[in-house]
């Protein structure tokens, strides 16, 4: 085999096995979602969220039942889904075509979904 030849099927090769185990699936970054957001939940629960470059987040309650809280934690990806867990509180967020995070809630109180617009 001559070496050009060699250098393409190496090259076809080596991008067919990054291809098969997702290694050139470009993933999320908390860098893209960083910054301050005003939020509101189905039960007209106000609260503000600001999360930084490397994932830590903080939550604080406006009004509802957590008026006051303020809790904090390091969130997760899960595929393109951005997860903040605290508690028994779990808050799945994607981010919408026009800019907000969106997604569903479950916690001890109750289900619902939550939206985030940036302040």
């Not at 070496?3 to 291809?19: I, M, Q």
């Not at 969220?49 to 997760?76: C, E």
């Amino acid at each position: 085999m001559d070496p050009p030849r060699r250098w393409f099927t190496t090259g076809a090769a080596a991008l067919a096995y990054l291809t098969a185990f997702g290694v050139a699936y470009a993933q999320p970054s908390f860098a893209d979602i960083a910054g301050a957001w005003a939020g509101s939940t189905t039960n007209d629960v106000k609260l503000d969220l600001f999360i930084s470059a490397d994932g830590r987040y903080v939550l604080r309650f406006l009004t509802g039942p957590g008026g006051g809280s303020i809790p904090r934690g390091l969130a997760a990806w899960n595929g393109d889904v951005v997860v903040l867990k605290y508690g028994d509180t779990e808050i799945s967020l994607t981010k919408s075509t026009d800019g907000k995070l969106v997604g569903p809630y479950e916690s001890p109180r109750g289900k619902g979904s939550i939206t985030f617009i940036r302040k």
